[in-house]
Nanobody
Framework: DVQLVESGGGSVQVAGSLRLSCAAS????????MGWFRQAPGKEREGVAT???????SYGDSVKGRFTVSLDSANNTLYLQMDNLRPEDTAMYYC??????????????????WGKGTQVTVS
């Protein structure tokens, strides 16, 4: 079974930084799109940053230049480095994966496996 376990969330001041981790296991896709999504109370879930098996990355417009997604393939861990955090970044952050390397940033409904999430609060 595929398991995704997020960690690294917490409370941080405006302009601070956090690094989220997603430890993945059981993934057997030959190609995939994996990424970070977030959902704030009362808002729709949205794509934050994705990394696919071709090595391509994509970012939501609101996080470009502030967030960086990376994959440690040796340890099967996806990271999200978040810098210059803003109050509007406050949300539950989820890691998710889907087979196939085509874009998934704007298609959270297509993601096949999800972690339980980690809360990020910026104030």
């Amino acid at each position: 079974d595929v398991q995704l376990v997020e960690s690294g969330g917490g409370s941080v001041q405006v302009a601070g930084s956090l690094r989220l981790s997603c430890a993945a296991s059981g993934i057997t896709y030959g190609s995939y799109c994996m990424g970070w999504f977030r959902q704030a109370p009362g808002k729709e879930r949205e794509g934050v940053a994705t990394f696919d098996s071709d090595g391509d990355t994509s970012y939501g417009d609101s996080v470009k230049g502030r967030f960086t997604v990376s994959l440690d393939s040796a340890n099967n861990t996806l990271y999200l480095q978040m810098d210059n955090l803003r109050p509007e970044d406050t949300a539950m952050y989820y890691c998710a994966v889907r087979g196939g390397s085509w874009a998934c940033l704007d298609y959270y409904n297509e993601m096949e496996y999800w972690g339980k999430g980690t809360q990020v609060t910026v104030s």
